[in-house]
């Protein structure tokens, strides 16, 4: 369960974006969806959103200048990339885009659950820092 955890979806395939939104909100997310990246900085500023997963590969704005950009507003944004076409190098592209993961549609579409919530849980595990040192 995950009421209460809300996902910016992003991608200029219309078909692809309710097919998505469709898994997650079975998943028990709340999914708000942008057909391009200036759409999802305007819905950023609107709504309180945990994650954001977008398409790389997207007229006008890419998926890493978006994330880039969404992150220097919202340090704590976990950002996640969708692309049909996996670059050469997928390490690179996340760190590029201060991404979490990098997922190849369709066939990782399979496991998003799972990466959604190993990338919200690794967020939360950095942002509470190091154990406190024991007293004494």
């Known amino acids: 369960m ?19 939104r469709e898994l997650l909100t079975a998943d028990d997310y709340t999914v708000i969806t942008a057909a391009d990246g200036f759409a999802a900085l305007k819905m950023l500023k609107t709504f309180q959103i945990d ?3 977008s398409d790389l590969q997207m007229p ?3 998926g890493v200048d978006l994330i ?3 992150r220097e507003a919202n340090p704590t944004l976990v950002g996640v990339l969708l692309t049909a ?4 190098d997928p390490e690179a592209t996340m760190k590029a ?7 190849i549609k369709p066939s990782d579409l399979d496991h ?3 990466i959604i919530e190993l ?4 967020a939360q595990v950095l942002d509470a820092g190091p154990p406190a040192a024991p007293a004494g």
């Open 60 to 62: 006008d704005m890419d």
């Open 51 to 53: 994650l954001l997963l």
């Open 68 to 70: 880039k950009r969404a």
């Open 119 to 122: 990338a919200l849980r690794r």
């Open 112 to 114: 998003l659950g799972t």
């Open 85 to 88: 076409a996996p670059t050469d």
């Open 2 to 20: 995950h009421p209460g955890t809300c996902i910016l979806l992003v991608d200029d395939d219309p078909d692809l974006r309710e097919l998505v």
């Open 97 to 103: 885009a201060g991404a979490s993961a990098l997922l």
